[in-house]
């Protein structure tokens, strides 16, 4: 067994946990696909129960260091078939992503029902856990639910709203840095109270 000598420079990895929720067909999966692997499926299945994703990434911090950062995604179903083993994966998340189609209503109406779900189950509904609003499928038209009214829902339930289009890309980095900046800011902030 070999010692590694930590210098100011080196900083342990930590790993930040993300779950994805919505209704089946908002494109959950694809976005956290396009995200770890860089590619979108034109074919994709409903999820049956969980799939999993990780990014392997890092951030670079005020004082100069990089942060390296493991992010686990687990893209939680959104078929009612899965209730069960969806609630077992509430508990002890750093994020969340709650994510509606942009072109269908009822997506967007569901949300409060997810939050709800999620609440139950042991997400937190304090400041520890970041969850984003994500509009989906900006690429597609005609569009049922407008920016405004992302924002709004976002407003009203302490979280931060985005839109994004798995299939185009668009506005996949901006989503993800914010997250990982969010997910990491309270690591940092320790970490610059231990080192000089």
Avoid at 22 to 39: A, H, M, N, P, Q
Wanted: charged share 30%; with cysteine.
């Amino acid at each position: 067994m070999t010692t590694q000598t930590r210098t100011p420079e080196s900083l342990d990895p930590i790993r930040v946990r993300i779950i994805s929720l919505g209704d089946v067909g908002t494109g959950k999966s694809c976005l956290i696909k396009r995200y770890c692997e860089s590619r979108f499926a034109s074919k994709s299945i409903p999820t049956i129960g969980v799939d999993y994703g990780t990014r392997s990434t890092s951030r670079k911090m005020n004082d100069g260091r990089q942060l390296e950062v493991k992010m686990d995604f687990f893209d939680l179903s959104g078929d009612d078939e899965y209730s069960d083993v969806r609630n077992e994966f509430y508990k002890n998340v750093d994020g969340a992503l709650l994510t509606f189609d942009v072109t269908c209503k009822r997506s967007f109406e569901s949300l409060g029902k997810w939050l709800r779900e999620a609440s139950e189950y042991g997400l937190s509904s304090d400041t520890t856990t970041t969850i984003l609003v994500v509009g989906n499928k900006i690429d597609h038209r005609p569009r049922e639910v407008t920016e405004q009214e992302g924002v709004a829902f976002s407003i009203q339930n302490n979280a931060t709203y985005f839109e994004t289009s798995a299939k185009t890309g668009m506005g996949i980095d901006d989503m993800f840095e914010y997250l990982l900046r969010e997910l990491t800011r309270d690591e940092e902030r320790r970490l610059s109270s231990v080192l000089p």
